[in-house]
């Protein structure tokens, strides 16, 4: 990287912390409607950071759902075009009253910068930006063509970039994606992430009587569909973790073992995954399948919450009308979510108790995703890693689902750089959801890094 741009960097690393903090400030909760003013609003800070740090053309796109941010750079010919991803909405911070300071409140502690969107994805995305104006202001231009789009719908599905994405594809041509979203595997150990499980995300109504009943009148005759839900639910996985819907593993690839032995190497105690990331009594899951093999190469399937009838304090025998539950699959590479759900929703009609009529919503769904770890970009971002850290990048999965890779994939062609700086207990989606300052600006420095040398490559 240039001296001036490392020694902008340097002299800027307090107004850089100031400015996220002011953004972090901005509660995007984007599933929330009374946040909706919030969420545009974190997106015109978005737009006027990108146009701050030296990009043109920015633009804040409307859509049916919350706006998009786009801007781009292109001064550069004959050199690659990155598109830098992130997205500026949050997930809700609730529990509130588990976070020790408040979620809207950036709070920095032992190194820390606790709030909600610190991690994910708000302090990641804000790298890119800094590193794009360290750049800039050190050389008046940039070593590759630049490409931003930044959403604020990705923690509710990511429907609008998708759409935006399938019909925008010279506008958004380029030659790799880079998206800061994951996380290191280690403190100080430089990650690349070469795979992200699908999802397929659901909603299971289910209703029964015409209205709440008394348990005392009717209870013993009268369907229950909280009930209903449980003896529904209960009957697709067994309590070894093997799903039960049929077809369900039918498409599954597992990973090579180049990459199980590789995943062998990484300094992983399960003991420690317990107690300081899980924090429960015990793991559960497939127990033929390693700990790594569960959360990063086997699907599953999660119930995320259970509505109905009456859970005030105090008592109320009710048997309720109506419930709902959310229910989500991870899915592995070769498995279609297309067949996942036309599974599920034919394991419902066949199992659902008599009484009651269920009904399966499709809130999302999206692929799973492997890139080649030998493309010549990942190849330069794994060097570019390890010269800022000083240790050598490792390669692993990810558990989770960032649907835009696929987009980019199968609309635009090409492969997605996940150079995250998170860490594994970062509480992303949980209360005190921080990000280590030395992360923020270290990234600053890697991703800066990154796009001189692969501007060299070229």
């Not at 990705?154 to 030659?175: F, H, M, Q, T």
């Not at 799903?243 to 995943?263: A, K, M, R």
């Amino acid at each position: 990287m240039p001296d001036a741009a490392s020694a902008f960097i340097e002299s800027n690393q307090d107004r850089f912390l100031g400015e996220l903090l002011t953004f972090l400030r901005i509660p995007s909760i984007s599933t929330l409607p009374e946040h909706r003013d919030d969420v545009r609003s974190a997106a015109g800070f978005v737009a006027q950071s990108l146009r701050d740090a030296g990009l043109e053309n920015v633009e804040l796109i409307e859509t049916e759902g919350h706006p998009l941010v786009y801007a781009d750079w292109l001064h550069a010919p004959g050199k690659p075009t990155v598109l830098c991803y992130g997205h500026y909405d949050v997930q809700p911070p609730d529990p509130i009253d588990l976070w020790k300071s408040p979620p809207f409140e950036p709070d920095i502690r032992d190194g820390n910068l606790y709030a909600r969107g610190s991690a994910d994805d708000k302090g990641q995305m804000y790298i890119h930006v800094k590193a794009i104006e360290a750049l800039t202001r050190a050389s008046g231009s940039l070593p590759v063509n630049v490409k931003f789009l930044v959403e604020g719908e990705e923690e509710i599905g990511g429907k609008s970039v998708a759409a935006y994405v399938a019909a925008n594809g010279a506008k958004l041509k380029a030659d790799v994606a880079l998206v800061s979203d994951t996380a290191m595997y280690a403190p100080g150990l430089p990650t690349l992430c070469v795979g992200l499980r699908g999802l397929v995300y659901t909603e299971v109504a289910v209703k029964g009587a015409s209205r709440d009943l008394h348990s005392g009148l009717y209870g013993g005759a009268a369907p229950n569909p909280v009930f209903a839900l449980i003896e529904l639910l209960g009957q697709a996985k067994d309590t070894g973790g093997r799903i039960l819907i049929p077809g369900f593993y039918d498409d599954v690839e597992d990973p090579s073992e180049v990459e199980l032995e590789s995943w062998k190497s990484l300094p992983f105690s399960e003991a420690d995954f317990l107690s300081k990331e899980v924090g429960a009594q015990a793991l559960t899951g497939e127990e033929e399948y390693s700990v790594l093999e569960r959360v990063w190469s086997r699907p599953t399937m999660e119930v995320h919450g259970i509505a109905g009838g009456f859970t005030g304090a105090g008592a109320k025998t009710v048997i309720p009308a109506e419930a709902t539950a959310k229910v989500s699959f991870r899915l592995v590479p070769n498995q279609d979510p297309g067949k996942i759900v036309a599974a599920f929703r034919d394991f419902v009609k066949e199992r659902t108790p008599a009484g009651v009529q269920a009904e399966l919503r499709v809130l999302s769904a999206g692929p799973a995703c492997i890139v080649n770890p030998d493309h010549p970009a990942i190849r330069v971002a794994a060097a570019a890693f390890e010269e800022i850290f000083e240790r050598e990048t490792v390669f692993v999965r990810s558990g989770g689902s960032i649907p835009i890779v696929g987009d980019f994939a199968s609309h635009l062609g090409i492969p997605t750089i996940l150079m995250g700086f998170g860490l594994p207990d970062d509480g992303l989606h949980s209360p005190n959801e921080k990000f280590a300052v030395e992360n923020f600006y270290k990234g600053i420095h890697t991703v800066a890094h990154f796009l001189k040398k692969y501007g060299e490559a070229s």
